[in-house]
């Protein structure tokens, strides 16, 4: 089966840190690009940070320096895309999502909010 999952979210204090991880089920996802996005209350979607399958990365300046993309091999048809995250802020209160295949895949998003 083909899907995405996240998982990783929750409520921190200012300055802290979370780690979101993507289960990517499905061996097509190796050959495109993987993004976290994120949606805060009220706002349009927004891309944070991008890897393609070469492992090239980007990332929204507003993370950049604090957010971290990577992944890792979990066996024969699927891998896990993780979004490191130091240093939150209250703006980056959202809900994220995994996004991936080409842009046709996209997880059912981890809430993460940062408050004191």
Known sequence: QV?????????????????????A?????????MSWYRQALGKQRELVASMTS???T???DSVKGRFTISSDNTGNTGFTV????????PEDTAVYYCNGGGGS?????TQVTVSS
């Open 54 to 56: 070469g492992g090239h």
């Open 58 to 60: 980007v990332y929204a």
């Open 105 to 109: 895949y996209w997880g059912q998003g």
């Open 3 to 23: 899907q995405l999952v996240e998982s990783g979210g929750g409520l921190v204090q200012p300055g802290g840190s979370l780690r979101l991880s993507c289960a």
């Open 25 to 33: 089920s499905g061996n097509m996802f190796r050959f495109y690009a």
């Open 82 to 89: 993780h979004l490191q995250m130091n240093k939150l802020k």
